[in-house]
């Protein structure tokens, strides 16, 4: 490999990522229903995500989860290309409907057991192993109790938590409790873009505060069970959100966005409370968040790690393209403006610099907790050659940017401590299905043959390079 490719494009300039410590921790990350295939085997039942795939024209193609990379049979061959790549981390999700079918009554032995293999497999290869407890993979039983925007959901997250903690606790030191519960919350009960595919604004909202109650009860189980130092977070999507201009229409449409997709997540969770001006722009739409005694507390529970899930920035107009403030219903106008920026495939802009900045101000407005990069990559339309090879040079520049803003925002102040690519392998991408690739390792579908693309040499040669191995 062309050792050229880990250098910045400005000959003779230092680039950032060579600031980053000897002690950074080096990722991928990928999640349960998007790699593991095998849905019915070993006594795992649905989840909203199955049962989503069966609703026509859900999921782009009809694709569905059933076999998705086949990670479940092809596990030790996966931690064995993790390994290769050099990683010391492995973030992957366990499926709930795996641990516990149905998301009651006990643990099922046999789903434990894929779990517990793949932990003596990846310490067997000198990998951490990061767990993520949920990925978006809630039993179908739940969902048909209520989901998300009942509360009881919160209670019966923690006891399964509590399961896979018995289970793998003596070897597993990191526990993330969600990933990503904007998507839970607004994607699948909000707008419907997402299993269970509701479209209810006050659902979605009342999913908010019962995710991240069951994050808190989860947090507090972990700690109790614990008998030896565990690092305990939760992961965040973060999307910035700036004012197209300084006005007062556009500002404030940029602080009811960043109300909604950061700091309704970040205020409870490190200041003990919902922020005010997102409790009012709710009660103007009748909405409030079911709120009971203690739960702030709850939410509040001390943790270790926040991570930081960052793909694209947004720029706000607080003005329609007539100049209107308010649309016809005489609601204010909230624009996302399209830049003329460079898109990923999934038509995301691809702006490094708001990751910078997101990280800058996490460690302005919410000091003290470490922050770990648990997801940052790109879908881009792969070409492989007649040998399955990806020559991403599009995926290198893009994660080389993107690694530089971490680095620009750690010598700012911010406390970034490691980064995980999104994702090991090209995987079923939600509403998108295997259209979008996301992956450094090529998967070919029809053969579930993995062949690394150039970036995963970059990210290699980098990570040694980092390390002063080379
Ligand atoms: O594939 C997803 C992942 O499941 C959660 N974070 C964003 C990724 C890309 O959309």
């Excluded at 009809?62 to 479940?72: K, L, N, P, R």
């Excluded at 690694?403 to 509403?431: I, K, M």
Aim: contains cysteine; aromatic residues 10%.
């Amino acid at each position: 490999m062309d050792t050229d490719l880990t250098r910045p494009a400005a000959p003779g300039q230092a680039d950032p990522i060579d600031t980053l410590p000897p002690t950074f921790r080096w990722g991928v990350a990928t999640s349960s229903y998007q790699i593991e295939g095998a849905v019915a085997e070993d006594g795992r039942t649905p989840s909203i995500w199955d049962t989503y795939c069966g609703v026509p024209g859900a999921v782009a193609n009809g694709d569905t989860g059933d076999v998705a990379c086949d990670h479940y049979h092809r596990m030790p061959q996966d931690v064995a290309l993790i390994a290769d790549l050099g990683l010391d981390t492995y973030r992957f999700s366990v499926a709930w409907p795996r641990v516990q079918p149905g998301g009651g009554g006990p643990a099922n032995p046999a789903g434990l057991a894929f779990y517990d293999r793949l932990v003596d497999e990846l310490l067997g290869r000198g990998v951490d192993p990061w767990v993520t407890l949920y990925h978006w993979d809630l039993p179908q039983e739940l969902e048909d109790a209520g989901g998300w925007p009942v509360r009881d959901t919160a209670y019966r997250f923690a006891d399964y938590v509590e399961m896979v903690f018995a289970a793998l606790g003596d070897r597993v030191k990191t526990w993330t409790t969600l990933n990503e519960p904007w998507c839970s919350a607004m994607l699948g009960y909000a707008y419907g873009h997402h299993a269970p595919g509701r479209q209810n604004f006050a659902d979605g909202i009342a999913a908010v505060h019962h995710l991240l109650l069951g994050h808190g009860l989860a947090a507090q189980r972990l700690r109790a069970a614990a008998s030896n130092p565990i690092e305990l977070g939760i992961t965040l999507n973060l999307a910035p959100a700036d004012p197209e201009t300084g006005s007062a229409a556009d500002r404030d449409a940029a602080r009811y966005t960043d109300g909604l997709a950061n700091r309704i997540y970040l205020d409870p969770l490190f200041h003990g409370e919902y922020p005010q001006d997102v409790v009012a722009d709710l009660a103007a739409e009748g909405i409030s968040l079911p709120v009971q005694d203690g739960d702030l507390e709850i939410i509040s529970t001390p943790i270790d790690v926040l991570g930081v899930n960052y793909y694209f920035g947004q720029l706000l107009s607080g003005v329609d393209e007539h100049g209107r403030e308010r649309d016809e219903q005489g609601h204010p106008v909230r624009r996302v403006i399209r830049r003329d920026l460079p898109r990923t495939a999934m038509d995301w802009e691809i702006v490094p610099e708001s990751f910078e900045e997101l990280l800058v101000r996490l460690h302005r407005d919410y000091p003290g907790v470490p922050l770990f990069i648990t997801e940052n990559g790109a879908a881009f339309n792969d070409k492989p050659d007649a040998d399955g090879f990806v020559a991403d040079d599009d995926r290198v520049a893009y994660l080389t940017e993107h690694l530089q803003a971490v680095a620009r925002a750690r010598q700012a102040g911010a406390d970034v401590r490691g980064y995980f690519a999104w994702s090991l392998l090209d995987n079923f991408e939600w509403a998108y299905g295997y259209d979008k690739r996301f992956g450094i390792v090529r998967v070919d579908y029809d053969t579930q043959r993995r062949t690394p693309k150039r970036s995963a040499h970059w990210y290699r040669d980098t990570i040694r390079r980092v390390r002063g191995e080379r």
